[in-house]
């Protein structure tokens, strides 16, 4: 059952259920299930890295767009600036 909910959380990559997932490790019995849960960890921190590292871009993004509406903003004049 555990192996079954891990490979749909990794294909959704609901990253919430891995880690509920991964704090409920099951000791399994047969050698195959023990390979198959290595397997599906390993995605699974694949998968994190991937998504950390989207999300770094997304923010240099943001920040890059965010400057340039800066930089391009019209200079804002104070309605009690005497010197204008």
Do not use: C, H
Not at 21 to 41: G, K, W
Not at 55 to 81: H, V, Y
């Amino acid at each position: 059952m555990w192996l079954k909910q891990f490979k749909i959380a990794l294909i959704e990559k609901n990253t919430e259920n891995l880690s509920r997932l991964m704090d409920d490790i099951p000791t399994f019995s047969r050698p195959e299930d023990i390979e198959q849960a290595l397997y599906l960890v390993k995605e699974a921190s694949n998968l994190v890295l991937i998504l950390k590292n989207e999300t770094a871009d997304n923010m240099g993004k943001i920040k890059k767009n965010i400057a340039f509406l800066k930089a391009t903003e019209a200079p804002k004049i104070n309605k009690f600036d005497i010197k204008s």
